[in-house]
């Protein structure tokens, strides 16, 4: 019974590597290149490592919002988000895979990585990943982002699909 108790936390190792990560890469990138400015490209114009500030959320949405709205949308709701994940990570009364703690992790690893930024740095998250998308979706490069925001889009994506696949199999359960 230890072992497992101890187990559930063995991924939050990962929420530690992500918040290092995502920070160090930051600092780095806020010390070696200017902002508004390329540092860095490889494999042609395919991937370029630049330094961007972003004052609002992903693809720069509410960028124009009054300070009081920013405060409320991007610190105050998603620092509440963090501690409601947490207390669903840690609570012994709700049974989550291990699968989800994984998930979790990664999403509290990402999400901490901005809010930090965002309280630290004047609401200006710093991202500095572009890659070139070809007109993909209307885009010539894609928006650029860090490390936190990966994480939180690849969470994301895992519990939708994790969700599907739990779904369909409760739905089956049912019919038999």
Do not use: C
């Not at 929420?15 to 042609?44: C, H, M, P």
């Not at 330094?51 to 949405?61: D, E, G, K, L, Q």
């Amino acid at each position: 019974m230890a072992q497992k108790q101890s187990s559930r936390y063995i991924p939050l190792i990962l929420t530690a590597f992500i918040i290092i990560s995502d920070q160090l890469s930051k600092a780095w990138i806020v010390k070696n290149i200017a902002e508004n400015t390329i540092g860095f490209r490889y494999l042609g114009d395919f991937l370029a490592i630049i330094h961007v500030r972003n004052t609002a959320i992903a693809f720069s949405m509410g960028d124009t919002l009054p300070m009081a709205v920013k405060l409320l949308f991007f610190i105050i709701i998603p620092v509440l988000l963090v501690v409601v994940v947490s207390v669903v990570y840690f609570s012994k009364r709700i049974h989550l895979s291990t699968f989800h703690r994984w998930v979790l992790a990664l999403f509290l690893g990402g999400g901490t990585g901005n809010l930090i930024d965002r309280i630290f740095r004047g609401f200006r998250v710093v991202d500095f990943i572009s890659v070139k998308v070809y007109g993909f979706l209307g885009f010539e490069r894609w928006p650029t982002w860090n490390i936190a925001d990966a994480s939180l889009v690849i969470s994301g994506i895992l519990l939708a699909i994790s969700l599907l696949f739990e779904r369909s199999e409760t739905k089956e359960e049912n019919h038999v």
